[in-house]
């Protein structure tokens, strides 16, 4: 797990205790009025000393920011960092960058969506989720399964779509899977 991915979980183990996550909460209602620990006490109905290490735990975590006149501010796009840094670890992340156009129909690292059948697009879908396979030799169908299922969801579609557009050749019995065509040395040009 790379440093970043390890921060952004981290921060996401902080934030799933409720009392952490609506303090947070409150630091990101009032923006950059931010509030002091007795703002805080009162919005969170908790004595003084537990916002102060609330409020603690947030700056400590670099979630949050505490000025030298007490007010407390939530730092601007954390979680937002955090769902990228996820982002970036997953398996299929390196190649949808040669791919600008496709991530429209992405989520997280995660298909959410495929394109027209008949589209450019669905093409280049297509070689996206060939160049990933990256399949060498013949492979059954469960292999051919696990390895779309780290990037989508819709497994049968994705294989579906890879016989139909020609990159993947299924045997007659329907139980394994090779290469149909080689994949060209470098990925299509962003429009």
């Known amino acids: 797990m790379s440093v970043e991915a390890a921060h952004a979980a981290g921060l996401l183990m902080l934030l799933s205790h409720p009392i952490r996550c609506r303090a947070f909460a409150e630091l990101a209602r009032h923006g950059k009025d931010g509030v002091t620990i007795f703002e805080m006490s ?13 409020l603690g735990r947030l700056v400590g975590a670099d979630v949050a920011t505490g000025s030298g006149n007490g007010y407390y501010r939530v730092r601007d796009g954390v979680l937002r960092e955090a769902a990228q840094a996820l982002d970036r670890t997953q398996p299929i992340a390196p190649l949808l960058s040669e791919y600008p ?35 060498d030799g013949v492979l059954s169908e469960a292999e051919v399964n696990d390895r779309i299922a780290a990037a989508a969801d819709d497994v049968a579609a994705v294989r579906r779509m890879l016989v139909e557009s020609g990159w993947l050749e299924r045997d007659r019995a329907g139980t394994s899977y090779g290469s149909a065509r080689r994949l060209p040395a470098t990925a299509v040009s962003p429009r």
């Open 42 to 54: 009162i919005h969170l109905d908790v004595p003084q000393a537990e916002a102060a290490e609330l």
């Open 101 to 135: 156009q496709l991530k429209s129909f992405f989520s997280h690292g995660r298909l959410t969506s495929l394109p027209p059948t008949l589209s450019e697009r669905a093409q280049q879908m297509a070689e996206l989720f060939a160049r990933f396979l990256a399949v």
